[in-house]
C-alpha cells in the first residue's frame, strides 16, 4: 500500500483505523529519563545526553495503566535511555498485564540489559510484543550508529528471547526487531532481513522520523524509499497516539521527551479522557488541520507526519 496515494476504500478503512477522539489507539507510558548506554545518531540523546534521571513511580504507572483499563488498544510501554533501566521495570510488565487485560502490550527494547533471567520474565508477564530495536546489520555499523562494540552479544539476547519463547510456551509473545532506515545503513537491509526473517516474527526496516530536527545534525538522513509529500498534511498523532510521561503529564507526541513545558495536563489531578478530549487537544488538532503550526513546539521542523497515511481530504481552508 502506497500510504500517500490511497484507494477511496483505503482512505476511509485508514481514517477509521486512525482518528480516535474518545481514546488513542496506541496509548503510551514512559518508564522514565536514563541515561543510555548507547548513543543513537537517530536519537537526540547523541547530542544531548539525559542529564537528570528521573523514573516512574509505581503509583504513577498504575494510574496510567487504570486510566486504560480494559479497553483492547495498544500500551505501549518504553523509556528515554532503556525501558530496562527502570529498577521495576519486569514487575511493572506484570502490573500492566493484570490493570489492562484487553491491551496489546509492546514493550521497547534495545535489548543490552537482556538477560537469561529477564527473557523469562519476559516471557512469563504475558506482554503481547516485544520490539527489539536492533537497528544496524552488522559490528561495524552498529558501532557507527550507537557508539558501543556489543553488537554480537545483543544479536545473543534476542537469539535467547527466542529460545525462551520456546521454551516457556509463550506463543502469545510477537518478537520483531527492525534496521533502522538511513541512507547510512542501506546497503544491510536485504543481509539484515534475511538473517532475521524466520528467526523473529518479524525483521523490518524502520522509517526514519527526524525527532523535530532534534538529530539533523548527527549524520544520518531518510533513505531513498522514503517519501516526504511536498504538500504538508495534518499528523495524525494528534488524533491516534499519546504518551504519558514519568510524572503523569501527558505530552502531545513522542518528541516532548524530557518533559513538556506545557503539558496537556496530568493524569495524577485530570481524567485521562478529558485531556484527550479536551479544549487545548482540539486547538492543537485544529492548528494542524489548518497547517497553522508555525507557533506549535517541534511542528515546523518535524516530518513523523509523513510516515503516517494520507487520507486526508482537502477543503477550501483546511484539511478534513
Same mark, same amino acid.
Given at each position: 500500500?502506497?500510504?500517500?496515494?490511497? @484507494?477511496?476504500?483505503?482512505?476511509?478503512?485508514?481514517?477509521?483505523?486512525?482518528?480516535?477522539?474518545?481514546?488513542?489507539?496506541?496509548?503510551?507510558?514512559?518508564?522514565? #529519563?536514563?541515561?543510555?548506554?548507547? !548513543?543513537?545518531?537517530?536519537?537526540?540523546?547523541?547530542? &544531548?545526553?539525559? $542529564?537528570?534521571? !528521573?523514573? /516512574?513511580?509505581?503509583?504513577?504507572?498504575?494510574?496510567?495503566?487504570?486510566?486504560?483499563? #480494559?479497553?483492547?488498544?495498544?500500551?505501549?510501554?518504553?523509556? %528515554?535511555?532503556? @525501558?530496562?533501566?527502570?529498577?521495576?521495570?519486569?514487575?511493572?510488565?506484570? $502490573? &500492566? !498485564?493484570?490493570?489492562?487485560?484487553?491491551?496489546?502490550?509492546?514493550? &521497547?527494547?534495545?535489548?543490552?540489559?537482556?538477560?537469561?533471567?529477564?527473557?523469562? !520474565?519476559?516471557?512469563?508477564?504475558?506482554?503481547?510484543?516485544?520490539?527489539?530495536?536492533?537497528?544496524?546489520?552488522?559490528?561495524?555499523?552498529?558501532? =557507527?550508529?550507537?557508539?558501543?562494540?556489543? %553488537?554480537?552479544?545483543?544479536?545473543?539476547?534476542?537469539?535467547?528471547?527466542?529460545?525462551?519463547?520456546?521454551?516457556?510456551?509463550?506463543?502469545?509473545?510477537?518478537?520483531? @526487531?527492525?534496521?533502522?532506515?538511513?541512507?547510512?545503513?542501506?546497503?544491510?537491509?536485504?543481509?539484515?532481513?534475511?538473517?532475521?526473517?524466520?528467526?523473529?516474527?518479524?525483521?523490518?526496516?524502520?522509517?526514519?522520523?527526524?525527532?523535530?530536527?532534534?538529530?539533523?545534525?548527527?549524520?544520518?538522513?531518510?533513505?531513498?524509499?522514503?517519501? /516526504?509529500?511536498?504538500?504538508?498534511?495534518?499528523?495524525?498523532?494528534?488524533?491516534?497516539?499519546?504518551?504519558?510521561?514519568?510524572?503523569?503529564?501527558?505530552?502531545?507526541?513522542?518528541?516532548?521527551? $524530557?518533559?513538556? &513545558?506545557?503539558?496537556?495536563?496530568?493524569?495524577? #489531578?485530570?481524567?485521562?479522557?478529558?485531556? =484527550?478530549?479536551?479544549?487545548?487537544?482540539?486547538?492543537?488538532?485544529?492548528?494542524?488541520?489548518?497547517?497553522? /503550526?508555525?507557533?506549535?513546539?517541534?511542528?515546523?521542523?518535524?516530518?513523523?507526519?509523513?510516515?503516517?497515511?494520507?487520507? =486526508?481530504?482537502?477543503?477550501?481552508?483546511?484539511?478534513?
Amino acid at each position: 500500500m502506497d500510504i500517500h496515494n490511497l @484507494t477511496p476504500e483505503e482512505k476511509a478503512q485508514q481514517r477509521i483505523t486512525h482518528l480516535r477522539l474518545d481514546f488513542p489507539f496506541s496509548y503510551g507510558i514512559s518508564l522514565g #529519563e536514563f541515561s543510555c548506554m548507547l !548513543r543513537c545518531r537517530m536519537c537526540p540523546m547523541h547530542s &544531548a545526553p539525559v $542529564t537528570k534521571t !528521573r523514573a /516512574i513511580s509505581t503509583e504513577v504507572f498504575q494510574r496510567a495503566c487504570d486510566c486504560l483499563g #480494559e479497553r483492547p488498544v495498544n500500551l505501549e510501554i518504553s523509556a %528515554y535511555g532503556e @525501558t530496562f533501566q527502570h529498577p521495576d521495570a519486569d514487575a511493572l510488565l506484570f $502490573t &500492566a !498485564r493484570a490493570a489492562c487485560p484487553n491491551a496489546d502490550i509492546v514493550v &521497547a527494547t534495545n535489548g543490552v540489559l537482556l538477560s537469561e533471567d529477564r527473557c523469562k !520474565r519476559i516471557v512469563d508477564s504475558g506482554i503481547d510484543h516485544l520490539s527489539f530495536s536492533l537497528d544496524a546489520g552488522s559490528s561495524q555499523s552498529y558501532a =557507527w550508529l550507537t557508539g558501543a562494540d556489543n %553488537y554480537e552479544r545483543v544479536c545473543r539476547n534476542l537469539e535467547t528471547l527466542v529460545e525462551q519463547r520456546e521454551r516457556r510456551g509463550g506463543k502469545h509473545l510477537k518478537i520483531t @526487531t527492525h534496521i533502522i532506515g538511513v541512507q547510512e545503513l542501506a546497503h544491510e537491509f536485504d543481509a539484515f532481513l534475511k538473517r532475521w526473517t524466520g528467526v523473529v516474527d518479524y525483521a523490518y526496516v524502520r522509517q526514519y522520523g527526524n525527532w523535530a530536527g532534534l538529530v539533523d545534525n548527527n549524520g544520518v538522513s531518510p533513505a531513498h524509499r522514503q517519501v /516526504i509529500p511536498a504538500e504538508r498534511y495534518p499528523c495524525t498523532w494528534l488524533w491516534y497516539s499519546t504518551k504519558i510521561e514519568p510524572n503523569g503529564d501527558v505530552s502531545k507526541c513522542f518528541v516532548h521527551v $524530557t518533559g513538556d &513545558a506545557n503539558p496537556l495536563g496530568n493524569i495524577m #489531578e485530570q481524567d485521562f479522557t478529558d485531556i =484527550w478530549q479536551g479544549p487545548r487537544m482540539q486547538a492543537l488538532r485544529e492548528a494542524h488541520l489548518r497547517n497553522d /503550526i508555525g507557533g506549535l513546539e517541534h511542528c515546523p521542523s518535524c516530518i513523523v507526519w509523513s510516515l503516517f497515511p494520507h487520507f =486526508w481530504n482537502r477543503g477550501a481552508q483546511r484539511w478534513e
